[in-house]
């Protein structure tokens, strides 16, 4: 008898596990922009000087320091309700969220920062115990798709939220497009409730000390692990580097209006990014990890030139909708890939420890490619630094083909482990 075919994307969003991923992902992405593109904008639009806005991208960093307190999430779990880290990281969220919307770039500088490193904070925490909750619940036959889910919520919601708070702002204010982003943020309290215990859930560690060293040990006693460490390290590296001032380029470089960025670039955005991901995703499938990590990660890089010829040519809608679609297009299906290779080098009992220090790793050259941006621009100007930024790409595929045989290797034997039966 032949095997039944794999289910398709939206075959398996009918398991109530999968929409589950969805939801809670779009959750973990909502407040992602807040402190990164449309705090840009913001900041942008009030006149503040790129080498501060740069500096300020650094408020961003809780993103990469998020495995400090994750063996204490791990370790200690509320008394209340299975997920109650999630409830409670989305309450104070809400607050913070609605609360930074109040403070003013020009008056009350150091003010907003403090509230957006807040954010981030508990943003990072969100995701420590999401992307947890995803490990624990999904199967490994079933991760392409749950990373294409994950990946579709999360960029969606980085996106919306991005989207609908500057074309709020534009015709409102900032005040107000943050507080109905808070409301989202309290609306997502509802997924968290509604989502199924995972089936074999991992057993925490018994002392806050194994919550430290054991995913520690575990995961770096793999063979050939720092060979994928560095990988993980490397593989966004220009596609971040790109991005990491994305909304400083549109309305400053270039002069887009911030209705123009909101509709043409990040709205168009949001839409690019829900079919990236979803073709990634099903791609995935019959490519498997390293084809899907090669090609996808190619794309990454070739489509930063686009932005590189908007800088060139100046002001044109229709370039801004061309450029935003293909790179986050291409970007979303890459990360469908690479959630998938992350979610791979996690166990269940250490999966919120390690999984945040894989994904702080990953987070890394996002979060400190702003400050490094702001510098590089006034020196080599836009142009020559997007044509920097695909060339930032080409150490990471370098040493994708180096660990091809290694990373053909681990996939087969998850793959083999997940057709085990129970």
Known sequence: MAEPAKPTLLQALSDKRMAAVLFLSFASGLPFNLTNFSLQAWLADSGLAIKT?????????????????????????????????????QVCLAICIGTMGFCSPTKELYLLAGVALAVAFLSASQDIVIDAYRVDTIPPSERALAAAASAFGYRTAAMLAGTVLVVIAAHYSWQIAFLFVALLMTATLFATFWAPEPLVPGHPPRTLADAVWHPLRELLGEKMMWGFLLLVLLYKVGDALALSLYSTFMLRGVGFSLDELGVAGKLNMTISTMIGVTFGGWMYLRWGTFRSLLVFGIGQALTNLLYMWLALVGKKIWLLVLATSLDTMIGGMGQAAFVAFLMSLCSADFSATQYALLSALATLPRNLSGAAAGALVPIVGWARFFVITCLAAVPGLILLLIMRRPLNERTARETTRGMKPN
């Open 53 to 89: 806005i740069g500096f300020l991208s650094l408020v961003a960093l809780p993103y990469n320091l998020k495995f400090l307190w994750a063996p204490f999430l791990d370790r200690f779990l509320p008394p209340i309700l299975g997920r109650g880290w999630i409830v409670i990281f």
